[in-house]
């Protein structure tokens, strides 16, 4: 079945380490997208990339980054510099086009701080 | 900018009411409307959409219709069941600067007992 895969689904951070968040999608998505979720909170627009090797800052960039290769992967990079990164991050894909193209969502991967 | 207001929640309602989720929303030019369901632990799934006034989307018993007098885009449903228990979304997906953007609102948990 096509879909969107993230791994792991729970991660643990230490203080002062990097960990990378990934995301494969086999639905031959162009746009790819990722989330920060709250509790209690929407979603909020970390980064995206419409185009392989292109990408875009999104509402709450800063401490993040992410690179994209290939059309399938879409990894996100959590550093140091995010000061409060305990949340759960959702990745979403979509085809290319007008705004009625709904966007499909992995289940997500629940990070923490030791 | 763009903006999604919904109903505070939780709401809780007994199996086989009457559900109705207020959503109403804030944009320049023609949005297209979703409305996405999160099960417990998982990611965001579309459960229906609209892409213009008028335009009634409807999936597993639930519709929503747009209205663009009112910026309005209230989920309902006739018989809701206990499997319908689950944070409901609803978003606008808008082209800014070539790249489709979703604006969420906060999310309303929905309970349904027996």
């Known amino acids: 079945d096509g879909g969107i895969t993230q791994s792991p689904k729970y991660l643990f951070r230490k203080e002062g380490q990097n960990v990378t968040l990934s995301c494969e999608q086999n639905l031959n998505h162009d746009a790819m997208y990722w989330y920060r979720q709250d509790p209690g909170q929407g979603l909020r627009l970390i980064y995206y990339s419409q185009i392989v090797n292109d990408f875009q800052k999104g509402d709450i960039a800063e401490g993040y980054s992410v690179s994209r290769e290939k059309k399938e992967s879409f990894p996100l990079t959590v550093t140091s510099a995010q000061k409060n990164p305990t949340a759960f991050y959702l990745c979403?894909?979509?085809?290319?086009?007008?705004?009625?193209?709904?966007?499909?969502f992995g289940d997500g991967t629940r990070l923490s701080i030791l | 900018g763009d903006s999604v207001t919904q109903m505070e929640g939780p709401v809780t309602l007994s199996e086989e009411a009457f559900l109705t989720i207020n959503c109403t929303y804030t944009a320049t030019g023609y949005p297209s409307l979703f409305w996405y369901v999160q099960y417990p632990g998982e990611g965001l799934q579309l459960l229906l959409k609209a892409t213009k006034a008028d335009d009634k989307g409807s999936n597993k018993g639930f519709e929503a219709t747009y209205r663009k007098e009112t910026t309005s885009f209230h989920l309902e449903k006739g018989s809701v069941q206990v499997s319908d228990s689950a944070v409901y979304f609803c978003a606008l997906g808008h082209i800014i600067q070539g790249a489709q953007k979703l604006v969420f609102g906060q999310g309303t948990r929905l309970t349904i007992n027996p």
């Open positions: 979403a894909s979509s085809m290319k086009g007008g705004s009625n193209q709904p966007q499909h």
